[in-house]
């Protein structure tokens, strides 16, 4: 089984149209699609899903307090490494978008008025079909603490579908290089990165570069929207400098937009515009990746 | 347009008599523009007053580079880990049964020992250890740096080492280390998403703004974030960004469309802020209008 992940860094360069077109030119190779931004879950709004079932996720745990019991003496305030407890005019509040679950206010509070609670809802995960494969997207609650477990745990869902003849399994991570990318890059075999033509896009490629480096997922880069600023070169010559091979380029693409209004991938909104083009003339260069 | 200016002005003042106001940019979807609306705010605050710029987009932080400026000032930031004396320990267990993240693991009759990658430093370990076996240990997070951008603009930014899972931390140390710059307006340009360390992020804000595209990802990841920002009670309005590139047209709590421009593109490739670049156009108009309508800034 391999899995492949379209990561960037940055968000907003590529990644949903990079992977939606992946799994459309690649519809053959028994691929699971697995949206991995649980915090800003949007890639099933182009595909077709047909939702079979949902699973509810309670990750979360949160502390509660007994008013009956509580002096307000503030010690759980000060301990709170979150700042998710708020003591203001005698008046005590945990704010639960910031706590963690820790136990920490539980254990300091000398009137014992502080309990966990734990298995709280935090949100689902939903499994679907779309003609190019299974489909499974997060959803979780706003101000969640845990967005990376939720990811470890659609991989798990798209992992056990092996004997059910899934070959490979397509992610596309969040923006960003934290626990959410980190749970889509832990164990997979390859990385796709993408990367606009920009200082800021590069400059966070690198860093989702480095991760996947960390977890040894072999990394691959696409330049997007290469034409908007053709003199920039800092990705070709890291792309030599550290032998990491540059797949293809694709150009900007003003259908891309009005697709995604028309909540369609790109791939199918119009096979002919010039990135759908240019994604069928490179694809097949790593058509090997998929087992 | 909405706001009307009646509710903001009362703000305004208010704020305004405490010193200081702030103002916190989000959007839910990445790539919405967070950066490059904070950053031409930024600029055109700090014609008028001192501004400091928090860039807490700590996994991928880019406000600099829209400035061109290399960071300055770097401190490396740490955040507490159990440190073992096993001279102490009875090996009584409570540390790891109060772990929440199991992050300490005890075989039959040993130590505790640590696995630091599951560490969340909520320092539980530490409180309930009878013996104060445990000690203050640290590991690095990241780095926070101060960067002067001009006269009146300082730009704060937080940098997350990669590998590191927990953000959330991070985002604390940058708003801890921005305590340093005295300013009269604060602008907090938080990361993509909508978990908790966005929350972290806006914890202070007076007024937030939600960038977003008008596209349905933008629009799915906005209602997102507008559920993270009313769970807060903060004020808050959207900024459409891009404007033009669909037929989709949103109005709820638009306070200002940025139009798709070509002139803020050129400005983003080469990295000078779009207000500065085409300072006395209409360019600047895409970026006061906001500004105006919640009354930080008269005509």
């Given at each position: 089984m391999a899995e492949i992940v379209v990561a960037s860094g940055k968000g907003g360069v590529g990644k949903s149209t990079v992977l939606s077109s992946l799994a459309i030119f690649f519809r053959e190779k028994n691929n699971a699609i697995v949206d991995g931004d649980a915090e800003a879950p949007n890639l099933h709004l182009l595909f077709d899903v047909e939702w079979s079932e949902e699973r509810e996720y309670r990750g979360k745990s949160i502390a509660v307090i007994d008013y009956n019991k509580c002096n307000l003496c503030g010690k759980c305030a000060e301990t709170c490494e979150y700042r998710a407890i708020k003591l203001k005019n005698n008046e005590i509040k945990i704010l639960d978008y910031l706590c963690e679950g820790c136990l920490a206010c539980a254990v300091i509070c000398p009137e014992r008025a502080i309990s966990i609670k734990k298995d709280v809802y935090s949100g689902k995960i939903k499994i679907g079909k779309t003609e190019f494969g299974p489909f499974i997207s997060p959803e979780l609650e706003p101000g969640q603490s845990n967005s990376g477990k939720l990811v470890t745990e659609e991989k798990n869902i798209a992992r056990s579908w092996k004997e059910k003849g899934i070959k490979n399994i397509l992610v596309d991570s969040a923006a960003g290089i934290g626990c959410q990318v980190i749970a889509s890059m832990?164990?997979?075999?390859?990385a796709i990165l993408i990367a606009e033509p920009t200082k800021s896009s590069f400059s966070d490629m690198l860093r989702a570069y480095e991760l996947a480096y960390h977890f040894r997922a072999k990394p691959f880069i696409i330049i997007n929207k290469h034409d908007l600023n053709p003199d920039f070169d800092l990705i070709e010559k890291f792309s030599k400098e550290e032998d990491v091979e540059i797949i293809g380029k694709i150009p900007y693409d003003k259908n891309i937009p009005v697709s995604m209004a028309k909540r369609k991938p790109i791939f199918m909104y119009d096979p002919n515009s010039p990135s759908t083009r240019a994604m069928k003339d490179f694809f097949p260069t790593i058509s090997s990746i998929f087992d | 347009m909405v706001g009307e200016g009646v509710e903001w002005e009362w703000v305004w003042e208010e704020v305004m008599d405490h010193g200081s106001m702030i103002i916190g940019v989000t959007g839910g979807k990445g790539g919405t523009g967070k950066s490059t609306f904070a950053v031409n705010i930024s600029s055109l605050l700090s014609r008028k007053y001192r501004v400091k710029l928090i860039?807490?987009?700590?996994e991928c932080p880019n406000d600099h580079i829209l400035f061109s400026k290399e960071l300055k000032n770097e401190v490396r930031e740490r955040i507490f880990i159990p440190s073992f004396n096993y001279q102490k320990c009875i090996k009584c267990s409570l540390c790891q049964k109060n772990c929440s993240e199991n992050a300490i693991v005890m075989f039959k009759n040993g130590y505790p020992f640590l696995l630091p990658n599951l560490c969340s430093s909520c320092k539980t370990c530490y409180i309930v250890c009878p013996t104060k076996a445990i000690e203050s240990g640290s590991k690095f997070i990241g780095s926070t740096f101060i960067t002067e951008i001009n006269e009146n603009l300082t730009l704060v930014t937080g940098m997350l080492d990669p590998g590191q899972e927990r953000s959330y931390p991070m985002v604390l140390r940058t708003l801890d280390r921005a305590n340093e710059i005295k300013s009269e307006i604060t602008i907090i340009d938080t990361s993509a998403g909508t978990g908790n360390h966005v929350a972290a992020s806006l914890m202070d804000a007076e007024i937030v703004f939600a960038v977003t595209e008008e596209t349905p990802l933008g629009l799915h990841d906005l209602e997102m974030i507008e559920r993270l920002i009313e769970k807060m009670d903060k004020m808050y309005y959207v900024i459409v960004n891009?404007?033009?590139?669909?037929?989709i047209n949103i109005k709820e709590k638009v306070l200002g469309k940025i139009p798709y421009d070509e002139r803020i593109a050129e400005s983003y490739y080469r990295g000078i802020p779009a207000v500065e670049m085409f300072k006395n156009t209409d360019i600047e108009n895409y970026f006061l209008e906001p500004l105006m309508e919640v009354g930080i800034w008269q005509r």
């Open positions: 832990g164990g997979s075999n390859y | 860039d807490a987009d700590v891009r404007h033009g590139i669909s037929d």
